[in-house]
């Protein structure tokens, strides 16, 4: 917490603030003051013009104060905002230049979370402490001077009185504490059982279980409940016992005073002041304990902040990176292994191939074979542990990311596309294409109907693209990677999405294309159908290349690929075209 | 986590006052605890605004002794103290401390009542939501989202528990501060109370001008935050596309933009609402001095006592929160209304009509149909007819395989057959019964599904298995977790059959979930079964063992199956050929492939043209 506070706070707009709040602190304990000079010498005396003129100064006083916390409400609102925003931007910044490893071993959803709701819990808290937490020990001390300078004798009723507050909130957090903390978990377990009957009706109504869902619920209802009564009583105690030991000090204050009073020692109007200086001593005491409330709950926020802005990238650029050959377009892999941190056995195992431009390469192989792994190495979302990959004759190591991401276009599995609209995220590889050029990418990957039934390209696009269908943004996606001018295009398991007539029209259409055709173009997939024209075939099964060579090749001699073959096509069913 | 999607939660409820005397009626058992309640405060607050007169004439007693004894100074008098009436003042002390301590001890039994009533009404509501839920048709899930569901379950039932524990008691302890300090006032001086009044149309001048103005600023700062949220969630989603197009300098760019307006937007909020804090006490310091210098005149001039001058300033300070403690309660309380009335309308929502009960025939080996379609039609919608005139015969045993390409709506015929949805016209016959005159509990004991999504509920892999049939034996479910190969995985895990599987579903994989669900399936041993195959979502060896165990449990059954393998498909006695939601055609696949229409399309476009074999 304090390590993002030195780091995105302006110090002079804290100092500011703090000069403000001090400002509003002394006119506020002020008044009480100089009420009571009205009743000593204004009143004891007889000196009206006394009375106005001490009135005058505390006009004066109340505007001056309104002024200082005016301008320490200012600082503190846009310093704890400023202090958010630049948190957040170098979160942001952190995260999306941060490499494919470092953002998994987060997680997105975390990530999220991380950069809007923690960002926010430390700005609320440091509204928090510009404000009341700077306040209170100001107040606290500043009463407490004054206290001391009205009566020295008097102020021994604080010896009572803070110990005595003090222990009795200490013990109202030791126990309310672990329960609030139980309490939340058991509103958890509350929400959780009622998501589950959300997201499982059907299964819960199919077996007839609903009264087993109800008796679940009906004991997270109780549970949170008997705890709820418990916690809330507890806390019930608090606003009046603390009540009752404010107006017990002043009580006091009024008995040992009088006492100071009769043997002149010490001046009527003193203790009208004084009380209102113990209320307002006892109250900041309390809110200085309320920092040991508020702060945790931001070190948690700025504890996970700080965790992301800590990760180390493992893929860096090389320090003198050369440029990429501006040659044929070529894909090398050349003994490649490849291990997920801390795994132990090697998810990618000795991957030898080549291709040139024109040619497709296809890998084929079951879920979690492999083979997104392995396409995840061409652009350096992650490193190979042994053996080199070239693009274009060039070690990927050797050119920077940039660079290499120039010359790579990829779609994935999961089809991303950002709200704006059709054109925008067309464009997104490519920030010059004119409108042919769109209308041709779209053409080739069979979407320009829809586009032009949703109306061209400045039809928007929601977020996530959600006001389209899967096929539908997994054809926009490819289009989008079509565009884009690049040596090797990469279709990972893009056209799973799509019904088998539109993925063998696209197939052709890609065949075709001049652009593509001027790269190498690697397609993973499951279906045999989608890789069966490709130059060569890959076949990949626990992280090894089992069989590499053409659909006739493998079919003849490769075990797992006949497997594959059989399992999608009814054996000795013969189908000829 | 979508919070920030500039979703505008309605703050104002449409009925307030029916809302209101609903929510009232909700407590209408604890009526009497909340006459305690309400009357512990009464007497609370009553003691509190007394004291401060009560103590003032302590010090009015300080006072004439001093002024005494001063004029016995003045008089040439030795004293050696001031001649002040200690037992007049301890006497005076006493009675305030009781007073004191008796209003603590009211203030705590009314907030243990009102909080246990509190905190009873939200268990009776969220008890009544949640068996509601299980009363309303399926469509009703399917037209509202779970996220908005949930938020009625959790965050408006947090409002009305908070607003009924603290708000009820804080509107009464308000008002009648307001309405008691004003008559302490006035008992004390008339023209003082005046003075004192002032406050009141000032605090009202503050409250309206930075009202408005802040909750203009803060509806600007939520969405500005939501808009910010929608950035980070999307490049966040796309990390290693914005990666890979080289985009992160612009999205970056972008980003800051978003970041700039937000910071303008919230600071602006922030300022102007945390305004109101430093005015009011400006309002309540010019209230102060006010009395203080006129006061003092008074006192001077003889016409009020200096102890009265002291509590009135007591009561000026207790004057002016309760203003701004009502400004704040009517917000609260809208916002509760709203949430009651978003929470009364799931509990309006129309039931299932659940009046059949007509008996099911013994299940019998003789060879009628199983599962009758007879002339059904179907819509969701009713201005788009999905299924019409649709007729079927599955005989025992026979298997019906349903095609289509993806978002075809192959899960209506699920629906249909588990009454999730009932038929529009028509009927659907199970063993000659219409299913929509026999109970659904009753009609789905007959049957068991075995679905793509692998819902588990938190809780033991055991307990999750024995959830097919309630009154399965424990050797029931072990063997029905072998049948379905599931039973080694789980005997590997730390805590076998006792493993609690949690939401995230992080301690076992997707494939083994789907085991799961076989088990359940087992265990249920249903005359029909409905599946949904699995797609290639796990690892090969897992698939491998789904498809065994979903075979074993087909085998003999009468099943629909939601297919994706040719093997499945070429099986099957029956063919439902599925497109846009339409029923396409149907057939087995001989005769589908012959009639040359959309199946022959379909199955022609995947397996003919690549000379494959």
Same mark, same amino acid.
């Given at each position: 917490?304090?390590?993002?506070?030195?780091?995105?706070?302006?110090?002079?707009?804290?100092?500011?603030?703090?000069?403000?709040?001090?400002?509003?602190?002394?006119?506020?304990?002020?008044?009480?003051?100089?009420?009571?000079?009205?009743?000593?010498?204004?009143?004891?005396?007889?000196?009206?013009?006394?009375?106005?003129?001490?009135?005058?100064?505390?006009?004066?006083?109340?505007?001056?104060?309104?002024?200082?916390?005016?301008?320490?409400?200012?600082?503190?609102?846009?310093?704890?905002?400023?202090?958010?925003?630049?948190?957040?931007?170098?979160?942001?910044?952190?995260?999306?230049?941060?490499?494919?490893?470092?953002?998994?071993?987060?997680?997105?959803?975390?990530?999220?979370?991380?950069?809007?709701?923690?960002?926010?819990?430390?700005?609320?808290?440091?509204?928090?402490?510009?404000?009341?937490?700077?306040?209170?020990?100001?107040?606290?001390?500043?009463?407490?001077?004054?206290?001391?300078?009205?009566?020295?004798?008097?102020?021994?009723?604080?010896?009572?009185?803070?110990?005595?507050?003090?222990?009795?909130?200490?013990?109202?957090?030791?126990?309310?504490?672990?329960?609030?903390?139980?309490?939340?978990?058991?509103?958890?377990?509350?929400?959780?059982?009622?998501?589950?009957?959300?997201?499982?009706?059907?299964?819960?109504?199919?077996?007839?279980?609903?009264?087993?869902?109800?008796?679940?619920?009906?004991?997270?209802?109780?549970?949170?409940?008997?705890?709820?009564?418990?916690?809330?009583?507890?806390?019930?105690?608090?606003?009046?016992?603390?009540?009752?030991?404010?107006?017990?000090?002043?009580?006091?204050?009024?008995?040992?005073?009088?006492?100071?009073?009769?043997?002149?020692?010490?001046?009527?109007?003193?203790?009208?002041?004084?009380?209102?200086?113990?209320?307002?001593?006892?109250?900041?005491?309390?809110?200085?304990?309320?920092?040991?409330?508020?702060?945790?709950?931001?070190?948690?926020?700025?504890?996970?902040?700080?965790?992301?802005?800590?990760?180390?990238?493992?893929?860096?650029?090389?320090?003198?990176?050369?440029?990429?050959?501006?040659?044929?377009?070529?894909?090398?892999?050349?003994?490649?292994?490849?291990?997920?941190?801390?795994?132990?056995?090697?998810?990618?195992?000795?991957?030898?191939?080549?291709?040139?431009?024109?040619?497709?390469?296809?890998?084929?192989?079951?879920?979690?074979?492999?083979?997104?792994?392995?396409?995840?190495?061409?652009?350096?979302?992650?490193?190979?542990?042994?053996?080199?990959?070239?693009?274009?004759?060039?070690?990927?190591?050797?050119?920077?990311?940039?660079?290499?991401?120039?010359?790579?276009?990829?779609?994935?599995?999961?089809?991303?596309?950002?709200?704006?609209?059709?054109?925008?995220?067309?464009?997104?590889?490519?920030?010059?294409?004119?409108?042919?050029?769109?209308?041709?990418?779209?053409?080739?990957?069979?979407?320009?109907?829809?586009?032009?039934?949703?109306?061209?390209?400045?039809?928007?696009?929601?977020?996530?693209?959600?006001?389209?269908?899967?096929?539908?943004?997994?054809?926009?996606?490819?289009?989008?990677?079509?565009?884009?001018?690049?040596?090797?295009?990469?279709?990972?398991?893009?056209?799973?999405?799509?019904?088998?007539?539109?993925?063998?029209?696209?197939?052709?259409?890609?065949?075709?294309?001049?652009?593509?055709?001027?790269?190498?173009?690697?397609?993973?997939?499951?279906?045999?159908?989608?890789?069966?024209?490709?130059?060569?075939?890959?076949?990949?099964?626990?992280?090894?290349?089992?069989?590499?060579?053409?659909?006739?090749?493998?079919?003849?001699?490769?075990?797992?690929?006949?497997?594959?073959?059989?399992?999608?096509?009814?054996?000795?069913?013969?189908?000829?075209? | 986590?979508?919070?920030?999607?500039?979703?505008?939660?309605?703050?104002?409820?449409?009925?307030?006052?029916?809302?209101?005397?609903?929510?009232?009626?909700?407590?209408?058992?604890?009526?009497?605890?909340?006459?305690?309640?309400?009357?512990? =405060?009464?007497?609370? !607050? $009553?003691? *509190?605004?007394?004291?401060?007169? &009560?103590?003032? @004439?302590?010090?009015?007693? +300080?006072?004439?002794?001093?002024?005494?004894?001063?004029?016995?100074?003045?008089?040439?008098?030795?004293?050696?103290?001031?001649?002040?009436?200690?037992?007049?003042?301890?006497?005076?002390?006493?009675?305030?401390?009781?007073?004191?301590?008796?209003? =603590?001890?009211?203030? !705590? $039994?009314? *907030?243990?009542?009102?909080?246990? &009533?509190?905190? @009873?009404?939200?268990?009776? +509501?969220?008890?009544?939501?949640?068996?509601?839920?299980?009363?309303?048709?399926?469509?009703?899930?399917?037209?509202?989202?779970?996220?908005?569901?949930?938020?009625?379950?959790?965050?408006?039932?947090?409002?009305?528990?908070?607003?009924?524990?603290?708000?009820?008691?804080?509107?009464?302890?308000?008002?009648?501060?307001?309405?008691?300090?004003?008559?302490?006032?006035?008992?004390?001086?008339?023209?003082?109370?005046?003075?004192?009044?002032?406050?009141?149309?000032?605090?009202?001048?503050?409250?309206?001008?930075?009202?408005?103005?802040?909750?203009?600023?803060?509806?600007?700062?939520?969405?500005?935050?939501?808009?910010?949220?929608?950035?980070?969630?999307?490049?966040?989603?796309?990390?290693?596309?914005?990666?890979?197009?080289?985009?992160?300098?612009?999205?970056?760019?972008?980003?800051?933009?978003?970041?700039?307006?937000?910071?303008?937007?919230?600071?602006?909020?922030?300022?102007?609402?945390?305004?109101?804090?430093?005015?009011?006490?400006?309002?309540?310091?010019?209230?102060?001095?006010?009395?203080?210098?006129?006061?003092?005149?008074?006192?001077?001039?003889?016409?009020?006592?200096?102890?009265?001058?002291?509590?009135?300033?007591?009561?000026?300070?207790?004057?002016?929160?309760?203003?701004?403690?009502?400004?704040?309660?009517?917000?609260?309380?809208?916002?509760?209304?709203?949430?009651?009335?978003?929470?009364?309308?799931?509990?309006?929502?129309?039931?299932?009509?659940?009046?059949?009960?007509?008996?099911?025939?013994?299940?019998?080996?003789?060879?009628?149909?199983?599962?009758?379609?007879?002339?059904?039609?179907?819509?969701?919608?009713?201005?788009?007819?999905?299924?019409?005139?649709?007729?079927?015969?599955?005989?025992?045993?026979?298997?019906?395989?349903?095609?289509?390409?993806?978002?075809?709506?192959?899960?209506?015929?699920?629906?249909?057959?588990?009454?999730?949805?009932?038929?529009?016209?028509?009927?659907?016959?199970?063993?000659?019964?219409?299913?929509?005159?026999?109970?659904?509990?009753?009609?789905?004991?007959?049957?068991?599904?075995?679905?793509?999504?692998?819902?588990?509920?938190?809780?033991?892999?055991?307990?999750?298995?024995?959830?097919?049939?309630?009154?399965?034996?424990?050797?029931?479910?072990?063997?029905?977790?072998?049948?379905?190969?599931?039973?080694?995985?789980?005997?590997?895990?730390?805590?076998?059959?006792?493993?609690?599987?949690?939401?995230?579903?992080?301690?076992?994989?997707?494939?083994?979930?789907?085991?799961?669900?076989?088990?359940?399936?087992?265990?249920?041993?249903?005359?029909?079964?409905?599946?949904?195959?699995?797609?290639?979502?796990?690892?090969?060896?897992?698939?491998?063992?789904?498809?065994?165990?979903?075979?074993?449990?087909?085998?003999?059954?009468?099943?629909?199956?939601?297919?994706?393998?040719?093997?499945?498909?070429?099986?099957?006695?029956?063919?439902?050929?599925?497109?846009?939601?339409?029923?396409?055609?149907?057939?087995?696949?001989?005769?589908?492939?012959?009639?040359?229409?959309?199946?022959?399309?379909?199955?022609?476009?995947?397996?003919?043209?690549?000379?494959?074999?």
């Amino acid at each position: 917490m304090m390590r993002l506070a030195r780091k995105h706070l302006d110090w002079w707009a804290v100092v500011l603030a703090v000069g403000f709040m001090i400002i509003q602190v002394i006119c506020d304990l002020s008044l009480p003051t100089l009420t009571s000079d009205i009743i000593d010498k204004g009143i004891a005396q007889n000196d009206i013009g006394y009375i106005w003129q001490t009135g005058g100064k505390m006009l004066l006083l109340s505007f001056i104060g309104v002024l200082g916390s005016a301008g320490n409400v200012y600082y503190a609102a846009t310093q704890s905002q400023r202090m958010g925003q630049r948190i957040r931007t170098s979160l942001f910044k952190k995260v999306t230049f941060s490499s494919t490893e470092e953002f998994e071993t987060v997680g997105n959803a975390s990530l999220i979370t991380r950069t809007t709701n923690d960002v926010v819990q430390i700005q609320n808290v440091m509204v928090q402490m510009l404000r009341m937490m700077l306040m209170a020990p100001i107040m606290l001390i500043g009463a407490g001077v004054l206290a001391y300078v009205k009566s020295p004798k008097l102020t021994l009723v604080f010896l009572v009185a803070l110990p005595v507050l003090a222990i009795f909130t200490g013990t109202i957090m030791y126990f309310a504490v672990p329960l609030f903390k139980s309490l939340q978990k058991k509103i958890d377990r509350i929400n959780l059982t009622f998501r589950e009957g959300l997201t499982g009706v059907r299964v819960i109504r199919a077996f007839n279980q609903d009264k087993f869902e109800q008796d679940r619920f009906e004991g997270a209802n109780q549970d949170y409940t008997q705890t709820g009564i418990k916690v809330f009583m507890i806390v019930s105690l608090m606003f009046p016992v603390i009540t009752l030991i404010i107006s017990g000090t002043n009580i006091g204050i009024v008995w040992y005073g009088g006492q100071l009073i009769a043997s002149q020692s010490m001046a009527v109007g003193n203790l009208v002041a004084f009380m209102t200086y113990a209320t307002q001593i006892l109250i900041s005491f309390m809110m200085v304990s309320m920092i040991f409330v508020f702060v945790p709950r931001a070190q948690a926020s700025a504890a996970r902040i700080n965790e992301v802005m800590d990760l180390k990238s493992k893929i860096n650029d090389a320090d003198q990176p050369v440029s990429l050959a501006d040659t044929q377009a070529s894909l090398t892999f050349d003994h490649v292994n490849f291990r997920y941190t801390g795994a132990e056995e090697l998810a990618l195992a000795n991957v030898n191939f080549n291709a040139t431009a024109g040619q497709t390469v296809a890998i084929i192989g079951g879920t979690g074979s492999g083979k997104s792994t392995l396409v995840n190495l061409i652009p350096r979302l992650f490193d190979p542990e042994s053996g080199q990959i070239r693009v274009n004759g060039t070690a990927l190591t050797a050119v920077s990311q940039h660079d290499l991401h120039q010359a790579i276009s990829i779609t994935q599995q999961k089809a991303v596309l950002f709200s704006g609209t059709i054109r925008s995220n067309m464009v997104y590889g490519m920030p010059d294409a004119t409108d042919s050029q769109i209308w041709h990418a779209l053409d080739v990957a069979q979407a320009s109907d829809f586009v032009k039934e949703e109306g061209g390209l400045d039809a928007v696009v929601e977020q996530d693209g959600d006001n389209f269908s899967g096929g539908q943004r997994q054809r926009l996606v490819i289009a989008r990677t079509i565009l884009k001018r690049a040596s090797v295009y990469i279709f990972d398991d893009s056209f799973s999405a799509l019904d088998f007539k539109t993925d063998s029209l696209l197939r052709q259409e890609l065949r075709k294309d001049e652009q593509v055709q001027n790269g190498v173009t690697v397609i993973v997939a499951q279906r045999v159908s989608t890789v069966a024209d490709a130059d060569l075939i890959l076949v990949i099964d626990g992280g090894k290349i089992v069989g590499q060579g053409t659909h006739e090749e493998l079919k003849a001699t490769n075990k797992t690929y006949q497997e594959i073959l059989d399992s999608q096509l009814r054996k000795g069913d013969v189908v000829d075209a | 986590m979508r919070n920030g999607r500039g979703s505008v939660t309605k703050q104002r409820p449409q009925s307030f006052w029916g809302t209101t005397i609903r929510l009232f009626r909700y407590m209408g058992r604890w009526i009497p605890g909340i006459v305690i309640v309400l009357v512990f =405060a009464a007497i609370a !607050v $009553i003691l *509190q605004i007394k004291t401060p007169k &009560i103590l003032g @004439k302590a010090t009015t007693e +300080l006072f004439k002794g001093v002024l005494k004894g001063q004029a016995e100074l003045k008089a040439g008098i030795p004293i050696h103290s001031l001649p002040v009436d200690f037992g007049k003042i301890g006497q005076i002390l006493l009675v305030v401390g009781i007073m004191y301590a008796a209003a =603590a001890v009211f203030n !705590v $039994i009314q *907030q243990v009542i009102m909080n246990w &009533i509190a905190q @009873k009404v939200v268990y009776q +509501l969220r008890r009544d939501l949640k068996q509601k839920m299980q009363h309303l048709p399926i469509s009703y899930y399917d037209t509202h989202s779970n996220g908005d569901l949930m938020s009625r379950m959790a965050n408006d039932m947090d409002n009305i528990g908070g607003t009924l524990q603290q708000t009820l008691s804080q509107l009464v302890t308000s008002v009648l501060t307001f309405f008691g300090v004003l008559y302490m006032m006035l008992t004390i001086s008339g023209w003082l109370t005046l003075v004192a009044l002032l406050s009141v149309p000032l605090s009202l001048v503050v409250v309206m001008i930075v009202a408005p103005k802040s909750q203009r600023f803060f509806a600007s700062q939520q969405k500005n935050l939501g808009l910010l949220n929608d950035t980070v969630e999307e490049t966040y989603a796309g990390h290693t596309v914005v990666k890979t197009f080289n985009q992160e300098q612009n999205t970056q760019e972008q980003f800051e933009k978003h970041n700039e307006k937000y910071y303008r937007s919230a600071w602006k909020a922030q300022f102007v609402s945390s305004l109101i804090f430093p005015l009011m006490n400006f309002v309540k310091n010019l209230d102060y001095l006010a009395v203080a210098v006129i006061g003092g005149i008074q006192v001077a001039n003889g016409q009020v006592s200096l102890g009265n001058v002291q509590a009135f300033l007591q009561y000026t300070n207790q004057f002016s929160q309760p203003i701004t403690q009502m400004a704040n309660l009517t917000n609260t309380i809208q916002a509760t209304i709203a949430s009651a009335e978003r929470v009364f309308a799931v509990l309006d929502e129309k039931e299932m009509d659940e009046s059949a009960d007509a008996a099911l025939p013994a299940k019998t080996a003789d060879a009628g149909n199983v599962i009758e379609f007879d002339n059904v039609a179907f819509q969701y919608d009713p201005k788009t007819p999905l299924i019409e005139d649709f007729n079927l015969k599955v005989k025992p045993g026979e298997m019906v395989a349903i095609v289509g390409p993806t978002g075809a709506g192959k899960t209506t015929i699920i629906n249909l057959l588990e009454r999730f949805y009932d038929v529009g016209s028509g009927q659907i016959k199970y063993r000659g019964e219409n299913t929509t005159s026999v109970s659904r509990p009753e009609l789905r004991k007959h049957f068991a599904m075995v679905l793509q999504d692998t819902w588990l509920f938190t809780g033991s892999i055991f307990d999750n298995i024995r959830y097919g049939r309630e009154n399965a034996s424990d050797e029931e479910v072990y063997a029905a977790a072998k049948a379905a190969h599931a039973d080694t995985f789980i005997r590997q895990l730390p805590d076998g059959y006792d493993t609690v599987l949690n939401e995230a579903a992080s301690n076992i994989s997707q494939g083994q979930r789907q085991l799961l669900t076989i088990a359940r399936a087992f265990v249920a041993d249903p005359d029909v079964l409905i599946l949904d195959e699995a797609t290639s979502s796990v690892d090969t060896r897992t698939e491998m063992l789904i498809q065994q165990a979903m075979e074993r449990l087909l085998a003999g059954r009468t099943s629909f199956v939601v297919a994706h393998r040719l093997s499945t498909i070429q099986n099957a006695e029956n063919i439902v050929v599925m497109n846009h939601g339409h029923i396409v055609e149907t057939g087995n696949h001989d005769s589908l492939l012959a009639a040359d229409g959309f199946y022959a399309d379909l199955y022609n476009s995947q397996f003919a043209g690549n000379n494959l074999a």
